[in-house]
Structures are given as C-alpha cells and as structure tokens.
C-alpha cells in the first residue's frame, strides 16, 4: 500500500444567529413554501460582524485538532478554502496560522468558491502522498451573506455562513484519500460572480458608483450542477476502482435539496446514504462538505472501512469530487468531536 492522507479530525463552527424563512418573508417577496419547495432551506446562520471569516475558521480547526489529539505546532501545512476572506491581504491562512500558533507550518488560500474545500483535500491529500508533508490542516470557510444582497430574493433565501475543518495525516493502511477529480468550466464564470468589483478598482480612489454584491442565473446554475454533481462524483468513484453500489455514505455540496436528489438518482443511491443538512444552514459555500463531514462522523454514521464520496460545485464554475476511505478508529482514551 502506497502512502496515503486520511482524515483524523473534524470540527465545525456554526454562528449564533439563526435566520429563518419566515425572517426573509419581512424582507423580500418570498415565502416558506416556495423555499422549502424549491430549494430545501429552512433556514441558516448569519455571521454577526465578531464573526470573521478566520475567527469562524479557527474555531472549527481547534475543534479538529482536539479531535486528532495533535497540537498547532505539529502542522506542516494550513490551507484555508474561501472566497470570502477578511481581506485580500494577508491570506486568511496566515491570520489563522499565526491564531492557531501553528508556528512550523506553511499557509495558503484556495479559491474555488463552493468546491473549495474539496480541491483543498485534494492539494493537502498530494502534499502528503509527495511526502512533503506529514501533517495538514483543510479549512473550508464562508460568510457569503456578507456579500449577498438582501434585497435581491433570486439570492438571498439560498445562502448562509459556516466553517468546516479536518486534520490530513499520512498514512499507509488501506484507508484515507482514494481519488481526487478537479473540473472547471470557466465559460459559464458569470452565472454566478461578485459585481461591481470593475467598477470599484476603476474608480481610482473615487467613491464607486455601487457596492460589490452576489449575483446569480440560477436556473443555468441548477442546469450545470443537476449535470456535473453526478458525472464528478461517478468518475472518483471509478477512479477509486469501486461502483456507485461500494458507496456507503454520500456528501454533496448543500446547494439545493432537488439538486441533492438527482445527483443521488443518477448514482442509484438511497436517500438513507445521502448526508443532508440544507434545512439547517442553507448554501455555507466551501465550509457545506466539511459540515457535513464532521456532523455525520460525530453522529457515529462513519465506521472504519466504509467509503465516502464528497462532491461539490459552484462559482467557476467548478467542481471537484473525492472518495474517502474512513480510517478514524479513534484515538485511545477519546471520543470524537
Ligand atoms: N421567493 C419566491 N419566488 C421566487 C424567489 C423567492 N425567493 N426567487 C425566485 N422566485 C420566482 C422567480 O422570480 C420566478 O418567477 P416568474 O416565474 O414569475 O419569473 C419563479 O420564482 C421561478 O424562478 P426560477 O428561477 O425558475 O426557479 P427555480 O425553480 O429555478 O429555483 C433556484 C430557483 C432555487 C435559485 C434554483 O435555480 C437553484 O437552486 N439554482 C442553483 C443555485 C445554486 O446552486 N447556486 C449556488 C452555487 S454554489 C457557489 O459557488 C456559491
């Protein structure tokens, strides 16, 4: 067996505030109904401003620390996926390096919007099989309603902040990091994007003419995703050498509950094998698979020896799957999470 990355700990950070569709029906013409009809959400988290991007990230990586029994100071490598940083300079990954006191360690962002955390499992993952690391620290982190408009309904009802964290260790048992797929089809980049940011660096110290917000053509978004969530996933389980049937727990991006369920039709798996948590924390961007994760692993739903397939897509727009091998058969003397 050759050298691998498996995943020895987990953690999450969800905001207090708790925004719910019936709050969004005071806002914007929308309902309940037409939400939960056709998307799933029910209702998600709202970063307050003490909430940054690299406070949420720290919290969710401390946890996952905890949860692998390693100290800050054992981290060769921290790489922090997000497209919503405190600012564009530094790097998140430095504010949290320097947060976590992981000293030893390297640090950079990634940013490939709701697919970032699983293309940051799959540089993190090749760093260890290189064995250029020993140790690494994955973050998907978002706090998009901060670019959200809120009064823009097409929008505003789908996305929530969050983070998500595993500790990568390199291993050589049959477990751990099976198969990567990364894919971009940088074609479709203005079905979903940030406007505005032209006009704000052309402006040249100016007042610019609108402030930056998320923009959306959601029903070519929802084409694209119904399509690629399914084909990304099949070729990493094949990639894997397995069959959809192998599959003993699917983690997809938290998007759209319909999106969710086609992309399990297409695999032939049961909804009982599929995580979902889109009522919860709607569209929480890169930090959505890694939630998943750490909640499904603290539920105990995640036994040694079983595969996991992670998908997600998005902004790019991207996509990137990866099929897991679950090894956690806890350390001595500690519980998970
Ligand atoms: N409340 C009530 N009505 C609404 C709302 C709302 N919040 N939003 C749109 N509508 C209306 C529309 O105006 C439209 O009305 P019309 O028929 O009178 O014109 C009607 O509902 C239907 O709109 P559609 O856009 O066709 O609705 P659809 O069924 O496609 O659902 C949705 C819209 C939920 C946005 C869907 O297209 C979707 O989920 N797309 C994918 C989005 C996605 O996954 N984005 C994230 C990518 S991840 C990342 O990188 C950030």
Redesign the pocket.
């Known amino acids: 067996m050759g050298r691998r990355a498996t995943i020895t700990g987990w953690g999450t950070y969800l905001p207090d505030r708790v925004l719910t569709n019936h709050d969004l029906e005071h806002m914007?013409?929308?309902?309940d109904e037409?939400?939960v009809a056709?998307?799933g959400i029910r209702e998600r988290r709202l970063a307050a401003p003490t909430e940054t991007t690299t406070a949420m990230a720290a919290a969710a990586a401390r946890q996952a620390l905890a949860t692998a029994g390693l100290g800050p100071d054992q981290l060769d490598l921290v790489i922090v996926a997000t497209v919503t940083p405190d600012t564009l300079m530094p790097s998140t990954a430095s504010l949290l390096q320097a947060e976590l006191g992981a000293s030893r360690a390297g640090a950079f962002d990634l940013a490939a919007?709701?697919s970032g955390f699983v293309y940051a499992l799959a540089v993190g993952a090749q760093f260890i099989a290189a064995g250029t690391a020993q140790t690494v620290l994955v973050v998907g982190v978002d706090a998009?309603t901060r670019w959200v408009d809120f009064s823009d309904?097409?929008t505003c009802?789908?996305?929530g902040d969050g983070a998500g964290a595993v500790v990568l260790q390199a291993t050589t048992a049959d477990e751990g990091i099976l198969s990567t797929v990364l894919g971009s089809d940088g074609t479709g980049a203005w079905s979903?994007y940030i406007d505005g940011f032209r006009e704000l660096l052309s402006a040249n110290g100016a007042t610019p003419p609108k402030r930056p917000y998320m923009r959306?053509k959601?029903?070519e978004?929802?084409r694209f995703?119904v399509r690629v969530l399914g084909e990304a996933a099949l070729e990493a389980i094949q990639q894997a050498g397995l069959q959809p049937q192998d599959i003993d727990l699917f983690i997809p991006?938290q998007?759209?509950l319909?999106?969710i369920d086609a992309a399990a039709k297409r695999l032939g798996l049961p909804m009982e094998k599929v995580w979902v948590n889109i009522d919860r924390y709607g569209?929480t961007?890169a930090a959505s698979v890694p939630i998943c994760l750490a909640e499904a692993a603290d539920a105990g739903a995640l036994k040694p020896g079983m595969n996991v397939v992670l998908v997600a897509?998005?902004?790019g727009l991207a996509w990137a799957a990866s099929v897991v091998r679950w090894g956690w058969q806890g350390v001595p003397g500690r519980e998970a999470g």
Do not use: D, Q, Y
């Open positions: 914007v013409e929308t309902s037409w939400i056709r998307t919007a709701c998009l309904r097409s009802v789908l996305f979903l959306m959601g029903s978004v929802f995703s991006h998007a759209n319909r999106i569209n961007s897509f998005g902004a």
